[in-house]
């Protein structure tokens, strides 16, 4: 099973970017279709970003859109999370993953990676 390795979370002022990466451990990603989720403590992990190999379609949550671009680099093997104008409740551990869209919304299929934490101070 490939490995999910996430990368490029920190600390932040609101109004400050981060870009994230996700890298396939030793292999190409098993999916044409990976996303972003993130996750804080007493919630559950909610969709943030999605992209489709084939043909670059993206999909962003509502809260993200227009400071939010995921990406793919095929060239690294990596898919990306550039984040701008951040704000303090995009604090969260982000995770991405393999992903599949159902009628319900996003999900992700295989493993999580460990994640990255993401805080945003105000």
């Known amino acids: 099973q490939v490995q999910l390795v996430e990368s490029g979370g920190g600390l932040v002022q609101a109004g400050g970017s981060l870009r994230l990466s996700c890298a396939a451990s030793g292999r190409t990603f098993s999916s044409d279709t990976m996303g972003w989720f993130r996750q804080t403590p007493g919630k559950e992990r909610a969709f943030v970003a999605a992209?489709?190999?084939?043909?670059?379609?993206?999909y962003y949550a509502d809260s993200v859109k227009g400071r939010f671009a995921i990406s793919w680099d095929n060239s690294e093997n990596t898919v990306h999370l550039q984040m701008n104008s951040l704000k303090p409740e995009d604090t969260a551990l982000y995770y991405c993953?393999?992903?599949?869209?159902?009628?319900?919304?996003?999900?992700?299929?295989?493993?999580w990676g460990q994640g990255t934490q993401v805080t945003v101070s105000s």
């Open positions: 993953a393999a992903v599949i869209r159902h009628l319900s919304g996003w999900r992700n299929i295989g493993s």
């Open positions: 992209i489709s190999r084939r043909g670059g379609n993206t």
